[in-house]
């Protein structure tokens, strides 16, 4: 069984930057893909970042290209999502996840282990 917890949100201002941190533990995560996906208040949850096994392959949701960016440090078992540019259409819980497969990929369905979230509140 692998655990996902997810730290680093809190509230900020329009414009501002946070840093989510996902550290898993029970396994390695040296050979999984990963991802970050959202759920703001109301509405479905949405893609936001993918990366694969070695960092070497990374997709983002348009909503957040050019603004986020998705990276690993796999010594650490930890997977990291640094966000600037913050507008408070970004307020969401925001939760890591991990697949087995080492292939990044969009898909919630694909992926095999979640954390619970952590809250991300940009204000106006």
């Known amino acids: 069984q692998v655990q996902l917890v997810e730290s680093g949100g809190g509230l900020v201002q329009a414009g501002g930057s946070l840093r989510l941190s996902c550290a898993a533990s029970g396994r390695t995560l040296s050979s999984y893909a990963m991802g970050w996906f959202r759920r703001a208040p109301g509405k479905d949850r949405d893609f936001v970042a993918t990366i694969n096994w070695n960092g070497g392959t990374t997709y983002y949701g348009d909503s957040v290209k050019g603004r986020f960016t998705i990276s690993r440090n796999n010594a650490k078992n930890t997977v990291y999502l640094q966000m600037n540019s913050l507008k408070p259409e970004d307020t969401a819980v925001y939760y890591c996840?991990?697949?087995?497969?080492?292939?990044?990929?969009?898909?919630?369905?694909?992926?095999?282990?979640w954390g619970q979230g952590t809250q991300v509140t940009v204000s106006s």
């Open positions: 996840a991990a697949r087995v497969l080492s292939i990044a990929t969009m898909t919630a369905k694909e992926y095999d282990y």
